[in-house]
């Protein structure tokens, strides 16, 4: 159980982190640093890199998530509220990312082949909303995980 709770807080840090990082953090370091025509091109190559790390991070957390639930409530039945919850909105994080990655950042590897910084720029634009809505259901999942029985 400690192996399936460990992965399962290492996955929501590496995912919900990351997506606090590049929205707080480096969003508005490479608008104020980098140029506009080359911005497209970053983002590609950075969120390659993290989205290799997200698929690992949505499989864990899937797999250990059900793996506490039967095996430690016995089923969804004897799970609490803030387990639901938690299910609830990781599934539409789950939603919402395979919409980004298979959408927006398919069209902005595209942009960025064609060297088309307007399109990637939008493309970023459209991504940079998304994981917005993403970060906050990723916070308010970590809120209800770590407090939720308490509540």
Known sequence: MSLAVALHVLSAVIW??????????????????????????LWCHT?????????AAVILLLVTGYWMVF???GGMAGAGWHIHAMQGLGIVMILLYFHVYFAPFRRLKQAVAN????????????????????LILGLIVVAIGAGGRYL
Request: aromatic fraction near 14%.
């Open 16 to 41: 919900v982190g990351g997506m606090f990082f590049a929205y707080m953090a480096m969003r508005p370091a490479v608008v104020e640093v980098i140029d506009a025509s080359q911005r497209g091109v």
């Open 71 to 73: 095996s430690v409530f």
């Open 47 to 55: 969120l390659s890199r993290f989205f290799r790390w997200v698929w």
């Open 115 to 134: 060297k088309d910084p307007q399109e990637g720029g939008r493309q970023v634009g459209q991504i940079r909303k998304l994981v917005g809505i993403n």
